[in-house]
């Protein structure tokens, strides 16, 4: 069964970085005709949509808690997604989700294919 894993989750100190990678365990999954995102999710609460990237012209939506400090990016060769944070504050601290959408479907907050199974981003003050 094909999985999505993402990395480079981890605890940091408020203002510093991190990027997070999405990646597909079997090749049999490509990313290249999928728009992809990114959702995060705290305890208690409902899982949180913050990027896109959508599949045939690269356009990236991002929220607005997000906007300006998180970059979304995808690298075809390597079946890759990123997500450089940037800038980080202790509420970005959640459970970050890799999102693979259905093929030649536009970006979208509810239309999700695979999910990934999350990895833990803890910012400290």
């Known amino acids: 069964q094909v999985q999505v894993v993402e990395s480079g989750g981890g605890v940091v100190q408020e203002g510093e970085s991190l990027r997070l990678s999405c990646t597909a365990s079997?090749?049999?999954?490509?990313?290249?005709?999928?728009?992809m995102a990114w959702f995060r999710q705290v305890p208690g609460a409902e899982r949180e949509w913050i990027s896109c990237?959508?599949?045939?012209?690269?356009?990236?939506n991002y929220a607005d808690s997000v906007r300006g400090r998180f970059t979304v990016s995808r690298d075809m060769e390597k079946n890759t997604l990123f997500l450089q944070m940037n800038t980080l504050k202790p509420n970005d601290t959640a459970m970050y989700y890799c999102?693979?959408?259905?093929?030649?479907?536009?970006?979208?907050?509810?239309?999700?294919?695979?999910w990934g199974r999350g990895t833990q981003v803890t910012v400290s003050s």
């Open positions: 079997e090749s049999e999954l490509s990313f290249t005709w999928r728009a």
């Open positions: 990237i959508s599949w045939n012209d690269g356009i990236k």
């Open positions: 999102a693979v959408q259905p093929k030649y479907a536009p970006c979208s907050r509810s239309n999700v294919e695979y």
